[in-house]
């Protein structure tokens, strides 16, 4: 869900989720592009129960969620960027 009336966007990018292509815009960080497509499992933990998203702003860590490049790093995804063509892998226990 975005709101929409009466806001300006950066321009429309697309990212790539476990595969799954979702719109965003530029100035949004991947937390919000994964929220607003209804995304709310960012990564399983050591006991396999999802988490998502909560604090929003860097502190708690829960919407960890690793780059899927090949270096496989967990990042905060509320505190990242999104960006045109980036991957993220979820689903996977952090160590």
Known sequence: ?????????????????????????????????????GRRRFRIDAHGCARGLYCNMGTCCECMVRLDDGRGIAVRACLLPAEEGLRIATGQPLS
Not at 5 to 32: K, Y
């Open 1 to 37: 869900m975005r709101i929409t009336d009466q806001v300006a966007r950066g321009a429309a990018l697309t990212i790539f989720v476990d595969g799954e292509p979702i719109g965003g815009f530029a100035g949004e960080t991947v937390a919000a592009v994964m929220t607003a497509a």
